[in-house]
């Protein structure tokens, strides 16, 4: 049945992509509509991947201290985890988190519609509600932002307690006792820390050669080094060639990089082998927009092949599918649909974090793509142990590695592996918005003691005059 109201916007998808653009979107005074088929908001980021994975990292920090509490003179005999609880204050920050998201959808007045939108026509977005009916809504311009899902390995199916994607593993009612885990990517490591540190006898299996492949190699190869030295085996250049389902949980068939035929048994597995993006029976066939790999092509305003239809988040071919990602993408859609200049995004600046422990941040280019490019460049490095505020918290791993333009001292990626460097990347990503160069850190006063000075003294070492070390 068609509906009389005409939007200016409607958005399919309520994760950080298409919220954010249905925020943005009423501050530009557009009558917005968001269609989002489940019954809460906040998609995949909020329900089932950064706000749950970080909270549970958190529950396996505040573990660890209690670890090794002797270090800091407290005597601690007497703890353990209360899995339950954990799993509550999980629950908890993620509701807190969803509720925040409608709080904010009603103040800037975007009409939320419950059901499974797609794009019916030109202007058109069709909405099939739970009961099965639908209704038809016009809009100036559609938003696409139906994200995506964990990729399985063909022929399994993910169950609650044993074959998992990163959706079950968040509902286990109990710790495993051991775990294998398909993929070394941000995911899988994430997992992988906070599983080990819980207790779970923690196994990866990569097929690539290295950990965070997309990371600086050296930066890989420290967190390869930090994460056997916990106890986490890990198998590069493997290649996983059968899963199946035993009495005591599953076993995973695999060939190592000597192509050796291996088998491991564990209680759990968990596929971390990359997401497959949201674009099928949405509606796009009736549209011009055009497919990459099953992702949407976009111009730099996120606008497709087809006028008046945008695509963001993790659906866009070419673009990293990360919440802040689709979060600017959702601003630039929606600011460039209101008729409002907007800058496109600079995908060369896009920090990306990874919070396993030590965690992983970085932004631009690593030394090799740097080198691959035809650039000439300068390298500056500064260890965290011979940082003091490292050493006040106990950790003695890690560093701070700037890549910068060999002439001019531009800085053209930071790479990070250590603590808290996830917050500490944002001083190094508005650096390089500004053009930056290592000379114009080295002169910016970083507050003493703090864990930024790693960054400072990296870019002193860039140019040849690091002071502590
Ligand atoms: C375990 C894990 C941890 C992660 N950690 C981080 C992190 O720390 N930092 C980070 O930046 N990124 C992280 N990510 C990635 C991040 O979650 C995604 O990049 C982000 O959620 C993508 O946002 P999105 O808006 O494109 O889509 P999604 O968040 O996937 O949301 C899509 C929404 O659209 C809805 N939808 C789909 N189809 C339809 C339809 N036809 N009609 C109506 N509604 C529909 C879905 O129900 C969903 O609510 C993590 C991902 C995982 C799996």
């Known amino acids: 049945m068609p509906d009389s109201a005409q939007y200016d916007v409607v958005i399919i998808g309520s994760g950080p992509g298409g919220y954010v653009a249905g925020i943005r979107a009423g501050q530009l005074g557009l ?29 396996a920090e505040v573990y660890d201290y209690f670890k090794n509490s002797n270090e800091f003179g407290i005597n601690c005999k007497d703890y353990s985890v209360d899995w339950a609880v954990v799993q509550e204050r999980k629950n908890r920050i993620v509701t807190k988190g969803a509720k925040g998201v409608e709080f904010l959808l009603k103040k800037n007045k975007v009409e939320t519609i419950q059901g499974y939108g797609t794009i019916a026509g030109p202007g058109r977005v069709s909405v099939k509600d739970s009961k099965g009916q639908s209704r038809e809504i016009k809009a100036k311009n559609i938003v696409l932002a139906t994200g995506s899902e ?3 390995i063909p022929g399994l199916e993910p169950d609650p307690t044993t074959i998992l994607t990163n959706k079950e593993i968040l509902s286990l009612k109990e710790i495993p006792k051991s775990m294998v885990i398909i993929g070394a990517g941000a995911v899988g490591v994430e997992f992988a820390s ?21 990371e600086d190699e050296e930066i890989s190869t420290e967190l390869e080094k930090s994460f056997r030295k916990q106890g986490i085996v890990m198998h590069f250049g493997a290649k996983v060639q059968k899963v199946s389902k035993t009495a005591k949980g599953v076993s995973v068939e695999f060939t190592g990089s000597d192509n050796k035929a291996q088998m491991i048994e564990a209680e759990t597995v968990l596929v971390a082998v990359g997401r497959a993006p949201n674009t ?15 992702f949407v092509k976009t111009n730099p305003f996120m606008l497709t092949d087809e006028p008046g239809v945008y695509a963001i988040g993790d659906i866009v071919a070419n673009s990293p599918l990360l919440a802040h990602v689709g979060e600017m993408e959702g601003v630039v859609a ?21 919070y396993c422990e030590p965690e992983v941040a970085s932004v631009g280019l690593t030394e090799k793509k740097a080198r691959e490019a035809g650039h000439k460049i300068k390298v500056g490095k500064f260890p965290f142990s011979a940082n003091t505020k490292a050493s006040i918290l106990g950790v003695r791993e890690g560093q701070v590695k700037m890549v910068c333009d060999e002439k001019y001292g531009e800085i053209l990626g ?3 592996i250590g603590p808290r460097v996830t917050e500490m990347i944002a001083e190094a990503v508005a650096a390089m918005h500004l053009e930056g160069t290592a000379m114009d850190l080295a002169h910016t006063i970083h507050a003493h003691p703090t864990l930024t000075e790693a960054v400072h003294e990296a870019a002193h070492a860039v140019e040849d005059w690091s002071i502590h070390i």
Do not use: S, W
């Open 31 to 59: 009558k917005t509509a968001l269609v989002e088929k489940d019954n809460k908001f906040g998609g995949t980021c909020l329900h089932v991947g950064c706000i749950p994975t970080k909270a549970l990292l958190m529950n």
């Open 150 to 152: 964990a990729k399985m």
């Open 194 to 214: 906070i599983f080990h540190r819980f207790g779970t006898t923690v196994t990866v299996i990569e097929m690539l050669p290295h950990a965070v492949p997309l």
């Open 280 to 294: 099928q029976n949405v509606g796009l066939e009736k549209t011009h927009a055009k497919l990459e790999r099953g």
């Open 334 to 354: 929606v600011t460039h649909a209101a008729g409002k200049p907007v800058e496109p995004i600079n995908y060369n600046q896009v920090p990306n974090c990874t």
């Open 414 to 416: 930071v790479h990070m």
